[in-house]
């Protein structure tokens, strides 16, 4: 599930700015914002269907007036959808008649975008890719230039933009005056194995030794991310133990086995990098219902990852050559052990991606996760709201169950209302099984345990349904909504109508 924000007070963005992991954003007109996409493409279709498209038809239609793009296999009409997208009309135009697919991974790895585009499909691509012209240079300035490799004893700290980067012994510590509110939730340590080539013999052959590459990223909520990488060093190994220390301000990391010292090591840092991926091991999966799995991952010993509650990742998944990326919020509360956390899988038949993880995803198999991506803080909403409306439909019960958690964890006592109220098609969508209970599945303790959870069958979100789970006082109130496209604008409309204005609303996109 990605974030979107509804004009929200709480996490308002300003007109021009960057999305939450680093893309430049601009101003978007009225009317062309995304609940208004929404509503424009709800069971239509804005492009006229062909049986395929072939690298001659798609490179034509390469203007603004008529901008088709390519997107993993299939052909998009995206003419409409250029004043809705929030990177502007020119970045998109990049791609126009050409393979977006690159700019795609690089910028919208974790973006819905089967059901962000599903009206204006095309038809198949059935070309040849390699025959298209590459996509045009970025139109907007940045500042994720890679700076080159500086030593820690270098006296200019021109590319740290602000940031210190400190030895100490047996580690390194990083600082920045910006950073007011770290906690263990900002901050991604890893060591990965990398070759160092050495030398190349009179024969050609390369010469290489293994090496551990350090990384940290620290990813401040409502500020820019921040990414720092030393050179490989052969005293580091991914077996190295290594301690993380994070004050407001701080992020502190000491192998107390290493005879490293970080100050011969160089280093180069980024602001908004991309976002990298981490291989994770499944070490259970169960089901919650006929058509959903729960897919538990180990963090292993040589990263320290930790998500926000509300954040998401995007997840590489391998289908014959072709690698396809999907979103999917974590769920970190189903279990005591922070190193481990659950992706809740909604299985498809006719779809794309879901069949073949059913298929070929097994315990002890290693999958590729990225990142946690978003920059927002949900905790004030959490914590302070005297009401709080939890709307989902679908997978879109996954943001919930870690809020739900942390609003427990934060008021048990204080007389705050709670209502999670989960929208299912029939008695078989149903994912709060007691039996799931002893796989460790957060969301059937909370039901059990709970009265605040209410599971509604065969009926469609409306104000009247939620009127009877909604106080009528005036109270500080606010809700979250996951779901299906439909279901968000019908959510949105209805509390609309029961006094909840855009501030008071944050929808996750699902």
Not at 364 to 381: A, L, N, Q, Y
Not at 401 to 412: A, N, P, S, V
Not at 464 to 486: H, M, Q, S, T
């Amino acid at each position: 599930m990605n974030n979107l924000t509804v004009n929200n007070s709480l996490f308002a963005k300003p007109a021009i700015g960057r999305s939450e992991y680093g893309r430049v954003k601009v101003a978007l007109a009225p009317g062309k914002g995304f609940m208004d996409w929404l509503r424009l493409t709800q069971n239509k279709a804005l492009a006229k269907r062909v049986a395929s498209v072939d690298h001659v038809e798609l490179s034509k239609h390469d203007k603004k007036e008529d901008c088709w793009v390519h997107l993993f296999g299939i052909v998009y009409d995206v003419t409409q959808y250029l004043e809705f997208h929030p990177g502007g009309i020119p970045e998109l135009l990049r791609a126009a008649g050409r393979d977006a697919t690159p700019l795609f991974n690089q910028y919208h790895a974790w973006v819905n975008y089967e059901s962000m585009l599903k009206a204006c499909i095309v038809g198949p691509f059935n070309g040849d890719l390699s025959k298209l012209k590459p996509c045009l240079p970025p139109t907007t300035s940045d500042d994720k230039k890679v700076p080159a490799s500086t030593s820690l004893f270098a006296s200019s700290s021109e590319n740290f933009y602000g940031s210190r980067i400190v030895p100490i012994d047996n580690g390194v510590y990083l600082e920045h005056d910006d950073w007011t509110d770290l906690t263990e939730q900002n901050v991604i340590v890893s060591i990965e194995e990398t070759n160092v080539k050495k030398a190349i013999t009179s024969t050609g052959e390369e010469i290489a030794e293994n090496a551990c590459k350090f990384r940290v990223l620290v990813h401040h909520f409502w500020k820019p991310a921040m990414e720092f990488e030393f050179d490989p060093s052969t005293l580091i190994s991914v077996s190295t133990n290594f301690k993380v220390s994070i004050s407001p301000s701080r992020v502190s990391i000491n192998f107390p086995e290493t005879t490293q010292n970080f100050g011969d090591l160089h280093f180069k840092v980024q602001r908004r990098p991309g976002v990298s991926y981490h291989k994770f091991q499944i070490s259970n999966i169960f089901r919650i219902n006929y058509n959903t799995l729960v897919y538990r991952l180990e963090i292993p010993s040589n990263i320290f990852y930790r998500i926000p509650v509300g954040h998401h990742v995007s997840m590489k998944i391998r289908k014959g050559q072709a690698t396809l990326y999907r979103p999917y919020t974590p769920i970190m509360s189903n279990s005591n052990d922070k190193n481990q956390m659950d992706l809740m899988i909604k299985i498809y038949e006719d779809g794309i991606c879901t069949p073949s993880i059913e298929k070929n995803l097994k315990i002890g198999d290693f999958v590729e996760i990225s990142d946690p991506i978003g920059d927002k803080k949900f905790e004030e909403w959490i914590k302070n709201s005297e009401e709080l409306v939890l709307l989902a439909a679908g997978s879109g019960i996954t943001p919930m169950i870690d809020i739900l958690t942390m609003r427990l964890d934060f008021g048990k006592n204080n007389g705050n209302k709670t209502s999670l109220l989960i929208f299912n098609k029939t008695e078989n969508d149903v994912a709060t099984d007691e039996k799931t209970i002893e796989n460790g599945w957060k969301l059937a303790e909370l039901a059990r345990d709970q009265n605040m959870i209410k599971n509604i069958i065969g009926q469609r979100i409306s104000t009247e349904i939620l009127k009877e789970y909604i106080d009528k006082k005036d109270v500080l109130r606010k809700a979250f909504i996951c779901g299906p496209d439909g279901f968000i604008i019908t959510a949105k409309e209805s509390l609309e109508e029961l006094g909840l204005s855009s501030d008071d609303v944050h929808i996750f996109q699902g």
